[in-house]
């Protein structure tokens, strides 16, 4: 800014210079305004977030299903499916261990939490620094995994195909509640999280095991524990499962039916007599997203194989 | 050596996940200092002021108050190995702690609920004051403090605070559990000006403090009945020194969890660079404390950015070495 001097001759030039800067506004103004149209062609595409951070394994599947990938520019560590997602997009950490500088850095316009999400300290400073979150309920239930799907596509400007999407998960969820009507005998069904030295760690009331197995229409063993819990070896025999139930273990190790049965809690049990373990990928088992009623179907055929479960119709449905 | 922390200090506000020019952190600084608040807008200025700011303090606060109660316990035990980690204190604060994490839901109701802030600090300093009276009855016969009796008495006490943590860790739900874990690594993230506020209050008389117990702690080298002859209150210095402690300690881990070895390394080196003399040794602990953590966190949050590691896998990882090679290197064997 040029000071004002007190010089007649400066005082003359003074406006002449206004005048043109006026000018110039004006012609940008009205070139701008030209351009407003086009803006307005597309109102959706100006409201979506275009540097979303997704915290929670089902956010991002969510929104990789809805085809948003391209606006995500940070996931965190439960991320995991599809597998791109944690190759592609930065890693901002565990869900339940978030930094909040970290989180900024990636100068998002929106921050999508799942519940439980945290520190608490983390997440209201995301909160104080004015960057929009949007907390998504977490929910096992039928009802709540569509409207989960439904909150999601809400907050990201993609309100319908999220509720095409929710629309087919509920007609899923449905066509698997008839499946499950058609169930005369309900079987036991043991999760068994994991076996770390001879401790069989198992998944009660509660747990996300537990939902999984009353979606496929099994009975929980464990349904007198709470949460994810050791189990006893004689409460394992007295509960009498039908089926093991375990996550399949990608990078390592896995159980082998023989290794398990040999193992006293499991040897006489109904399950150990038909050497009935079902393993099946952890995200996918225990994810609460659009895939769920397809792997309680995929849960349902294991526990009941004589009963030839058929795929979901709308398996393959757009 | 105060220099160093200032720079460390600086070093730290400057540095972050965010790349915010030193120029523009100046700027923000000396705006907030001056009041000028015009230049006062945007997120870098959030970043600065609300994240970073909070955070170092923290960590300078942490830092000289445990270092300073490892320094005062080592002191008051007239041991080296007295640390609050080692004897069970932080044990003690951390079970607190963990009990307003994990039953907090189910006890605390209406108005308490809303004071998360008050009850876990208060919470953890009871703990830390039970443990360490506890410990000090224990070890303490006819006034005289056997050392080794304090050292199995506190590891006997950290393993059945560890136990009751255990415990709890058992009956908490999924959620409590990772809560429980995260914070047993320690973090300074999350801080903010309202956890500073419950902490600066009380190290900072700590800090303050340490010119009346320098002199008595010097005289208890000799031996508390020699000191007592000397003069010095003795019983007086003592109770300071414990209820310091346990403040300190249950403050400083209440507000950013379990941070190990700070201590016990930091007195120690301190030791090794000016002497066991108090007057020298408390002062100096809290700054060398108050570096080894700030900068602890730099690392912390840079090395695995956007996310971040706990701070306690920091500390440990430098402190546990340290610690080890200070064994070694001793000619003789250690007298406990």
Redesign the interface.
């Given at each position: 800014m040029v000071a004002r001097s007190a010089h007649p001759a400066d005082w003359h030039r003074q406006p002449d210079r206004r005048e043109l800067s006026a000018a110039i506004g004006l012609t940008l103004l009205a070139v701008g305004s030209l351009l407003l149209p086009a803006g307005f062609a597309s109102p959706a595409l100006g409201q979506m977030p275009d540097r979303i951070v997704s915290v929670g394994g089902v956010i991002t599947e969510v929104i990789y299903a809805l085809g948003l990938q391209d606006r995500v520019v940070?996931v965190d560590?439960t991320s995991q499916f599809p597998a791109d997602a944690l190759r592609d997009k930065?890693?901002?950490?565990?869900v339940?261990?978030?930094?909040?500088?970290?989180?900024?850095?990636?100068?998002p316009s929106l921050v999508m939490v799942i519940d439980?999400a945290?520190?608490?300290?983390?997440v209201?400073?995301l909160n104080?620094?004015?960057v929009r979150i949007a907390r998504i309920p977490d929910d096992t239930s039928a009802a709540g995994v569509a409207a989960k799907i439904e909150a999601i596509g809400g907050v990201l400007g993609a309100a319908e195909p999220a509720g095409r999407l929710a629309a087919q998960t509920r007609a899923r969820f449905e066509e698997l509640a008839t499946l499950k009507q058609a169930i005369a005998q309900k079987r036991r069904v043991l999760f068994v999280l994991s076996l770390q030295n001879g401790r069989v760690l198992v998944g009660g009331r509660?747990?996300s095991a537990d939902a999984i197995i009353a979606h496929a229409g099994g009975i929980n063993v464990a349904d007198g524990i709470?949460?994810?819990?050791t189990m006893t070896d004689e409460a394992i025999m007295a509960g009498a499962p039908d089926m093991i139930l375990m996550m399949r273990n990608s990078s390592s190790h896995n159980t082998t039916p023989d290794e398990l049965f040999a193992m006293p809690a499991f040897a006489e049990t109904p399950a150990a007599k038909q050497k009935r373990l079902t393993t099946m990928d952890g995200l996918y088992l225990l994810g609460f997203g659009p895939r769920t009623p397809l792997a309680a179907r995929d849960l349902m055929a294991a526990i009941y194989p004589e009963a030839a479960i058929p795929p979901l119709k709308t398996a393959n449905a757009p | 050596m105060a220099l160093g922390c200032l720079v460390l200090t600086l070093v730290a506000i400057g540095q972050g996940a965010i790349a915010i020019p030193p120029g523009r952190v100046a700027e923000i600084l000396w705006a907030r200092l001056t009041g000028d608040t015009g230049l006062l807008e945007g997120r870098d200025v959030l970043v600065v002021l609300n994240i970073r700011l909070p955070r170092v303090l923290l960590g300078l606060l942490v830092g000289a108050g445990l270092a300073v109660s490892g320094a005062l316990m080592q002191g008051l035990f007239r041991n080296p190995l007295a640390d609050p980690g080692l004897v069970g204190v932080s044990a003690g604060a951390g079970l607190a702690a963990a009990a307003t994490i994990v039953l907090g839901d189910r006890f605390l109701t209406g108005t308490l609920m809303k004071l998360p802030f008050a009850v876990l600090p208060f919470g953890a300093f009871c703990g830390g004051l039970i443990s360490t009276l506890v410990l000090y009855l224990i070890a303490t016969r006819e006034g005289r403090t056997s050392v080794a009796t304090m050292l199995l008495a506190g590891v006997a006490l950290g393993a059945l605070a560890g136990a009751m943590t255990g415990l709890l860790a058992f009956i908490s739900d999924d959620r409590q559990l990772r809560d429980l874990t995260f914070w047993s690594m320690g973090s300074l993230g999350g801080a903010s000006w309202t956890k500073l506020t419950a902490i600066a209050p009380i190290v900072i008389p700590l800090l303050l403090a340490m010119p009346l117990l320098a002199r008595g702690l010097n005289g208890l080298m000799l031996g508390e009945a020699e000191a007592y002859h000397l003069g010095i209150p003795v019983q007086r210095i003592k109770a300071l020194a414990i209820l310091l402690v346990a403040l300190a300690v249950g403050a400083s881990v209440a507000s950013a969890g379990l941070v190990g070895f700070v201590g016990i390394v930091v007195p120690h080196l301190i030791r090794l660079a000016v002497g066991p003399d108090h007057r020298l040794l408390l002062p100096l602990s809290a700054l060398g404390g108050a570096i080894l953590l700030v900068g602890a966190d730099i690392v912390a949050r840079l090395i695995v950015a956007p996310a971040e590691l706990p701070i306690g896998i920091v500390t440990a990882a430098i402190g546990a070495p340290f610690f080890l090679w200070l064994l070694l290197r001793r000619s003789g064997p250690l007298d406990v």
């Open positions: 940070g560590s930065a890693n901002v950490g565990y339940r261990a978030l930094s909040a500088e970290g989180v900024l850095s990636l100068k439980g945290g520190p608490p300290g983390a209201s400073l104080e620094s004015g509660n747990s709470e949460g994810y819990k | -």
